[in-house]
């Protein structure tokens, strides 16, 4: 063979005539030729056999090679073109300049095929690259508290009663929303929610949470989580310091360390978030995460002393209150309690709520009711930040509450929540055997049970659900875990009041089994 001129590189068909004569998988259970072959010369173009600049054997020729049909050879040609592999024109198919060096071996075999699936695992692992290792700082702020165990199970905190949700009328007005609008409901809606359930909520709020607000405020989001999120988006800056409960929702949490936010914590007393009158100036704080009406998990309900001197200091401050409204329709002693937000008409407080507990989780609906101060100048901001999505879900829940099913609803929950607390209680006192407190209680789908330091809540939980139950540990909600942070919360939404009898004996085994010696 001649030497090839300076520049324009040999004959690739000669110089690697063994890759591209081998015969190809032929047989049952063998891949398609024409995907074979496609991946056969991404990987020798990728490792560097097939230099740039090479000239593929003519489709004709590679055909009578591999003894494959001419047009699986063009068809493959044409694909690796389309994807910048090749390059054809009048002199031929040459293989495309690549900025990238040649790929080690174990690179090339989990390079992806024409399906986008690796084309065979590779047992040998090269190290990770600089850049690999390279995620956001924020990450490690964000430790997870979860494991992965079935919500289902008894005693899941903040998991509602899923077998009675009234799936036939959530049905009939979900086909009423098809029939309405069927090709509409298809399409992107309006980026900050549909109309009708902006103006359902609006109106239910008004009535039954005291909360002062149009539909023109109200943005729906991806549940609470997604609410919170936005209020970061909305209100900080990298750096900015945020107030946190504590114990508190460990979702605000995560919401405020993804947005490179100080996260300094409030102790939660019997009466609520309970805030240092030092901390406003020793950490200033933008954004105060609360849940007055039913504090989680400990079940506190914010005075309104505390709440009224709360608004005035951070209107002083320039701070932003969010006030989580998660579960405050399930009241089960005495009228509900009013929305903080209502107590001022001006109050600087975004008002976050879900129908996570009120309906179901997978539903994934949650609002933000936006101050006047904020909704004007940022909303063509919201706007084009966000997507219209999930129509049919909100149009079928506007119909559900219009029609008034939604009230229906609740008003049959919290006869059945409030027949599940009373029996916890009871099954508590009767059953669990160890010295316990049960914290707040008389709204919401849990209970709290604080327990003596020498039994481990970790462990219990753990132990516990090794035996099907569910709860969570008291100190994973709390950012600095004190002593009196241990204990356990228990869900009884999801689980009917005959069995707290055998679960709570259960559990208080689990405690005594995991106690520490003296």
Partial sequence: MTSPTPGHPADTAALASPLLSSPLQRGPGAPPRQRQLIQRLKQAILAGQLPAGGKLPSSRALSEDLEISRNTVLIAYEQLTAEGYVIADRQGTRVAALSAAPLSAAAVDNAP??????ARASQASAPPAAHALATATRLSRIVSTRSPVDSSL?????TPALTQFPINAWRRAQDRALQAAPAATLG??????????REAIAQYLRVSRGVHCDASRIIITEGAQGALALCVQLLTNPGDTAWLEEPGYRGAKSAFNAGDLNVVAMRVDADGIAIPPSAWQANPPR????????QYPTGAVLSVAR???????????????????????????????AAMQGLLPDAPVLYVGTFSKTMFPALRLGFLVLPDAIAKPAMPSIIEMMRGGHRLEQLTMAAFIENGQFSRHLGRMRRLYRERQAALREALAAHLGVDHEVLGGHSGLHLTVRLPPEFPDQRIVDDARKLGMNPSSLSSFAV??????????????????????????????????ARRPA
């Fill in 188 to 197: 992107y809606g309006h980026p900050i929610g549909e109309p009708a359930l």
């Fill in 154 to 158: 008894p005693m899941t905190p903040g």
């Fill in 307 to 337: 709440r009224l001197e709360l608004l005035e200091r951070a209107r002083q401050a320039g701070a932003w209150i969010i006030e989580d409204d998660y579960d405050s329709e399930f009241r089960h002693q005495g009228e509900p309690i």
């Fill in 480 to 513: 600095n875990p004190l002593p009196e942070d241990n204990g356990v919360v228990i869900g009884y939404g999801n689980t009917s009041a005959d069995r707290f009898p055998a679960l709570i004996k259960r559990l208080g085994d689990v405690a005594r089994q």
């Fill in 113 to 118: 095929d024409s399906t986008g699936r690796a």
């Fill in 287 to 294: 954004l105060i995460q609360t849940t007055p009406t039913h």
